[in-house]
Every structure is written in structure tokens, then in C-alpha cells.
């Protein structure tokens, strides 16, 4: 049960599954790019005016920060502006980096007009840290976190998790890049820089006068048009050098497959949890909400002029156009050998979890206040998702890591991707994903629930309790 303390600080009423809403502000001051160039459209077929790409700036959060949410205006490109809601009047918000070994210290101030509470996706923290929704705070409320900064390189993020509401409140804008750094990374000499390049891809919709807006649909929210860092249709000007993408997956519902138009491989080093044991080549990766990938590509060797967009093979969408501008001669090395990581082994027991319908775990619907199960500190054990419908699921755990070991029906293999630490997991219809997890750094209360944000938001969550 949960203290009564903890209990009394639910004090703001649950809300119905809220349909969408618009909300205007001040403008966005810094960081947005103007200009537009027109392109060849995919396929040939016309043209489409593309944009630079905008990248949030980067803070050290070496010092204390304050992170606000707020009704904000950007700008999606070739000042297009739109109403959003926003982190410190940024979309995506602006890219926290921290090093393994450090602390954090960040005060979230709620100017929207909803409750709401900042969740840190990957990061490991202890419960009144991680965000849950116990801890939303109402408008004008301010809440402080103070947390160590224990794990490996990374790229992780932040988007809130108020009950009923996290949907939306994404949808709108608020997420934002956290970046964690260590010894190991750094030692490896891969892309820094101008070539280290953070990409935050989702879908959106817009209403009538070019307003974000929020459609909720059941089976999830899909939306219109495509925005990678904040801007619609955007191009990236890039030297004859090796590139590093950090990209995530912060959509509600849709799942991209990324490949490169002109045929090349990536290389994969890395996903949600940092560096792989080694790096593999691969020539097109799926990306569910909550996912991310370490990604190098290679544009050395190219004529100045060439173009290589980043598509989706899924929908069709051309993501992001690059632009070969510049001959450089830049040193740089694909790694093969990469991280070393200890294998998990040896269960002590196996839990089952049905995710079913849109709405449920195990049967049940999310209970803030209820808790379903409790795990022993430091024990490995496996957990078993499995669905008979409604996927796609990505499956994601508070308060530690995983491995992922088999999946079987469905697709009914693992992906490369899918190796090293994972936090989320893709789960498909008719689907059964083994993954082993050990909880060895916090005892307290955390979180396992399905990714797709409706889906989540409907009840297909639910409360568990390190021991």
C-alpha cells in the first residue's frame, strides 16, 4: 500500500480521456531557423519546400535548471508559426546533458492549463524522482527533483506522464532530448560536434489556421503531417564526414522505418539503453514510440551536391533531406567493438503480462492508487508480454533496463536493434516478448505500461513496487 502521506498528495480529480485542445502564448525567442529552398519531391512528382532543421540548444545541467510548460508559439518552418505547448518556450524543448557520475538538479514549473508532472524516459531514478503520476502537480504548482546521474552513455528524454492527459500533453509539444555521457563513449572518438546530430521525429496534426491539435482515436492518435525536431519538412546541410544521429521515436502511436534513399547502410552502435556490444550494419531499423537509435552514416566519398533523404518506409514519408554542401577531410573510424555488457541469466521466476485491448494489463485497468505486484531487489527475472490484439504495444519499463531475449509468433524473431539494454520494446499482434530485468539500483514504486500514449492514458498501465 502506498503511505498515507503519498496518498494525501492525490488531491486533484482524475480526468475523462480528454479530446484536443489549442493554446496560444509567447513567442518562440531563440532557435528557430528561417528560409526555405524547393527540393525534388519523392518519386519525382513535383516539388515540396523544405527548411532548415532545427536543433534546440543544449544545456549542461551542471548547475540547477528550471524546466517550464507553458502555451507557447513556434515556428515549423519558413515562419509558419504555430500555437504549441512547450518546455521553456522550445519544441522539442531544449536538449539536457548531463555525464555518468554527475547529479541533476531541476525545478518544473506548470504554467499550462492542466495538471501535469515531467517523466525522465531511460533515466534511473528513485520513484519520487522518476515522475509518476502520484506526483502531477496542478497549474501554477512547481515541483523539484534532485537525482544522481548512475549509468551509462545515452540518449534518453523527457515528456510528461500526468494520468488521463500525457497524450495531449505530448502531442502539443512538450518532450525534449537527455543526453548522458561517460568514459567509454568518449574513449571510442565517435562524431561530436556539428556531426553529432539529435533528431526527434513524430507525427502531428494541424487545424484550420495551422494550429497543432489533438485528435484522439482509440486504436491511438496518427497524425497528418511529419516533424523532425519541430520542423516540417526539413533539410540538413552536411560535410563529406562521418555523422552521428541520436534519434528518437516521440510519436503517440506511429512506428517509422527508417531507411536511406540512395541505398546506404547505417550503422547501428547504439539504442535505448546506449552502446551495443558491437556495431552492425543495417539497411533499414523500425522505430516505435519511446525507442531510440544511435545511428553513424556516412556521407564521405560523396559529390558535393548529392541529396540522401531519410525516409519512412512505412508511410512513405521523405523525413529529412540531406544535403551534401561542403568537402572536408575529417578523421574518423566506424568502431566495431564498442561496449561491454553483462548478460543477464539464470531467472528466479517468470511474471506473464497480458496487454489487452486498449486499456488493460492482466484484465485490469490502471489504478493510480493500486498496487498490482512486487519484485525483490536484485533478483533477475523474466517478464513475458504477450497480445492477442490491438498491438502494436511498445512496451515500456520504469526503474530499470532490460534485455530482450526471444519473441516468438508475429514477427517471430529479435532484431539488432532490440540487442544490448532496452526500456521499451515493440510488442505485435499475436506476439510473445521475453525480456530479462534485474532491479538493482532503487527500491520504490515504478511503472510498466504500453507506450502508445492512448493506449496508456485509457489504463494499459500499471503500479509495481521494488522490494
Not at 523544405?50 to 502555451?71: C, E, G, I, W
Not at 508559426?81 to 514549473?109: C, D, F, K
Not at 525516409?311 to 514519408?317: H, I, K, N, V
Request: glycine share 12%.
Amino acid at each position: 500500500m502506498r503511505p498515507a502521506e503519498e496518498l494525501e498528495t492525490v488531491i486533484i480529480s482524475r480526468r475523462v480521456f480528454l479530446a484536443g485542445a489549442t493554446a496560444s502564448g509567447m513567442l518562440l525567442a531563440a532557435g528557430t531557423m528561417a528560409g526555405s529552398t524547393r527540393a525534388v519531391a519523392a518519386g519525382g512528382a513535383g516539388t515540396v519546400t523544405r527548411y532548415p532543421l532545427y536543433f534546440p540548444p543544449t544545456v549542461d545541467l551542471a548547475s540547477p535548471y528550471v524546466l517550464t510548460a507553458k502555451p507557447g508559439t513556434v515556428d515549423l518552418g519558413g515562419g509558419k508559426l504555430s500555437t504549441a505547448w512547450v518546455y521553456n518556450g522550445l519544441m522539442p524543448g531544449p536538449s539536457l546533458r548531463a555525464s555518468n557520475g554527475g547529479s541533476a538538479q531541476i525545478t518544473l514549473v506548470n504554467q499550462l492549463s492542466q495538471e501535469t508532472i515531467t517523466h525522465w524516459h531511460g533515466m534511473v531514478v528513485d520513484h519520487p524522482n522518476d515522475g509518476h503520476p502520484v506526483y502531477a502537480i496542478p497549474p501554477g504548482g512547481r515541483y523539484s527533483y534532485s537525482f544522481p546521474i548512475r549509468q551509462r552513455a545515452a540518449m534518453n528524454w523527457y515528456h510528461p506522464h500526468p494520468h488521463m492527459m500525457t497524450g495531449q500533453q505530448v502531442a502539443m509539444g512538450l518532450a525534449g532530448a537527455f543526453i548522458v555521457n561517460d568514459a567509454e563513449e568518449s574513449a571510442l572518438g565517435l562524431p561530436g560536434g556539428a556531426y553529432e546530430v539529435p533528431l526527434v521525429i513524430r507525427d502531428a496534426s494541424l487545424d484550420s489556421t495551422g494550429n497543432l491539435q489533438y485528435k484522439p482515436r482509440s486504436g491511438g492518435f496518427l497524425g497528418d503531417i511529419l516533424l523532425v525536431n519541430g520542423t516540417r519538412d526539413p533539410y540538413l546541410n552536411v560535410d563529406t564526414a562521418l555523422y552521428r544521429l541520436r534519434v528518437l521515436g516521440g510519436a503517440n502511436a506511429r512506428i517509422f522505418g527508417l531507411t536511406l534513399t540512395n541505398g546506404a547502410a547505417f550503422t547501428l552502435i547504439g539504442n535505448d539503453g546506449g552502446l551495443l556490444r558491437s556495431a552492425v550494419q543495417v539497411s533499414r531499423v523500425d522505430l516505435a514510440p519511446g525507442e531510440r537509435l544511435d545511428l553513424l552514416v556516412d556521407f564521405r566519398g560523396l559529390p558535393v551536391g548529392t541529396r540522401v533523404v531519410l525516409r519512412d518506409a512505412r508511410a512513405g514519408w521523405d523525413l529529412l533531406e540531406f544535403r551534401v554542401a561542403r568537402q572536408v577531410s575529417v578523421s574518423a573510424t566506424v568502431p566495431t567493438a564498442l561496449s561491454t555488457i553483462t548478460t543477464l541469466s539464470n531467472p528466479v521466476l517468470t511474471r506473464t503480462f497480458s496487454f489487452d485491448g486498449m486499456s488493460k494489463i492482466n484484465g485490469h485497468e490502471y489504478d493510480v492508487n493500486r498496487v498490482d505486484f512486487q519484485v525483490p531487489f536484485g533478483q533477475v527475472e523474466r517478464w513475458r508480454f504477450s497480445t492477442s490484439g490491438n498491438a502494436p504495444h511498445p512496451v515500456h519499463v520504469h526503474g530499470a533496463s532490460f534485455q530482450v531475449v526471444s519473441r516468438t509468433g508475429g514477427r517471430g524473431q529479435l532484431y539488432p536493434w532490440e540487442a544490448g539494454w532496452k526500456d521499451t520494446v515493440l510488442l505485435e499482434d499475436r506476439e510473445t516478448v521475453d525480456v530479462l530485468i534485474r532491479f538493482d539500483s532503487y527500491r520504490g514504486e515504478y511503472l510498466l505500461h504500453c507506450h502508445k500514449l492512448e493506449h496508456e492514458d485509457m489504463g494499459m498501465m500499471s503500479n509495481f513496487v521494488v522490494v
